[in-house]
């Protein structure tokens, strides 16, 4: 249902603003600026679902500005273990997230700005946006060099990414969510988005590495809240509106109603993994079998996360023929996940006899089988 913008609408309310009679729409301009005071990519996540589906765009214009903890934000058919290092993530705690928009994955911390530009579908125009932050940015530093690409990233120096583009095209409205990389960790970056899993085969979309670079490296004055302030500013002028920034908070239920249970969608395993699609993994790993090295291979079919096939070859003299089918049937249907898989293990470990032995080749194997996950 999209709420009419003109009516009882919270934003309208926010802007402290006489919606204009329909005659006046042409000359008197209307549009937001919003800000998160959230930093938590789900419900950052959740306001765009929820403008999008809501709100009726038609003359009014909304630029979302946001920040996120460190997160990394896959597309909406991407495959998470072959953008990202999720052992790494888990292990610092980044969030991972999947959004409903296309194209690659990107980093965010607090050095990293997005702004999601709203419009009616017929409105949308990325190439717009992305001169608007040009001319921002210009604006607060004459000297930078920053241009537009094909592609829609921004280059700065012809070279360096600093921001990267993706979008949402709904019947009536859409979005255009860009990144703008002010003061992030480049280092942590990379690691993160390089993915240390072998042998995935799949029709996922792939990311498009570049090189990377801050903007505050260029110039120590262009911080975060600098580059937002100068991009609202832009803003309002080109669309004649009201250049104050207001802030708004995810989980107000009477601004968004409904939005916490779009945040809760969007963290679920079902969405962040179970929408990868369908892959498979053909790998290899070495064990140790006295002093020599013995190799396992392992054939996994992912389909909405879950395994559909598993077929873990052991060589029968370290592991007995029935014991490995167990494991490998054990797996069937279960999370292509690490927790799920020491879950399955640990029981299916109970149903053995008290065998040190076979045991410990066990453990060895689902460690493994955890490694790739
Ligand atoms: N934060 C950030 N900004 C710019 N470029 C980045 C960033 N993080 C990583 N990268 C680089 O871009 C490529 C991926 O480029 P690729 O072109 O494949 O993907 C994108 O650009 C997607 C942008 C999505 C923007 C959305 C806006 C709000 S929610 S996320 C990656 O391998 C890095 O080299």
């Known amino acids: 249902m999209l709420i009419p913008f003109s009516l009882k609408n919270c934003f309208q309310l926010l802007c402290n603003r006489k919606v204009p009679a329909a005659g006046f729409k042409d000359t008197v301009k209307n549009g937001l600026i919003l800000q998160s005071i959230s930093n938590d990519v789900y419900q950052n996540l959740a306001v765009e679902d929820w403008i999008h589906d809501h709100m009726n765009l038609e003359g009014n214009p909304i630029l979302f500005l946001w920040r996120n903890s460190p997160s990394v934000v896959i597309g909406r058919h991407q495959n998470p273990w072959q953008e990202c290092n999720l052992n790494?993530?888990?292990?610092?705690g980044v969030k991972l997230a999947r959004r409903r928009s296309g194209g690659g994955t990107v980093y965010h911390d607090m050095g990293n700005i997005n702004l999601t530009f709203f419009t009616t579908k017929s409105k949308y125009d990325r190439m717009e946006n992305l001169k608007l932050i040009v001319q921002a940015l210009n604006t607060v530093q004459p000297q930078l060099d920053v241009q537009a690409t094909k592609r829609f990233d921004l280059?700065?120096?012809?070279?360096?990414?600093?921001?990267?583009?993706?979008?949402?095209i709904g019947r009536t409205t859409a979005y255009h969510h860009c990144t703008l990389l002010c003061n992030t960790d480049g280092a942590f970056l990379s690691s993160l988005l390089n993915s240390p899993y072998q042998g995935i085969k799949s029709n996922a979309t792939t990311s498009i590495p570049s090189l990377v670079k801050n903007l505050l490296e260029k110039d120590s004055t262009l911080t975060c809240e600098v580059l937002m302030s100068a991009v609202a500013a832009e803003y309002a002028a080109y669309h004649r509106i009201d250049g104050h920034i207001h802030l708004v908070d995810p989980e107000d239920e009477t601004l968004f109603p409904g939005i916490n249970s779009k945040a809760k969608d969007l963290q679920t395993w079902e969405w962040v993994y179970g929408k990868t699609p369908k892959f498979t993994v053909n790998t290899s790993f070495n064990v140790l079998d006295g002093q020599s090295c013995l190799e396992i291979k392992v054939h996994i079919d992912i389909k909405n996360g879950r395994i559909q096939i598993c077929n873990i070859e052991v060589p029968e003299h370290w592991l007995p023929l029935e014991v490995c089918e167990k494991l490998n049937s054990c797996f069937i249907d279960s999370k292509f996940c690490p927790v799920e898989t020491t879950m399955l293990t640990s029981i299916l470990l109970r149903t053995c006899p008290q065998d040190h032995e076979l045991y410990k080749k066990w453990y060895i194997l689902c460690e493994k089988i955890k490694g790739i996950m």
Do not use: C, N
Request: charged share 30%; no cysteine; aromatic share 6%.
């Open 155 to 168: 280059l700065l120096d012809g070279q360096f990414k600093i921001s990267g583009t993706a979008s949402k």
């Open 88 to 92: 790494l993530m888990r292990k610092e």
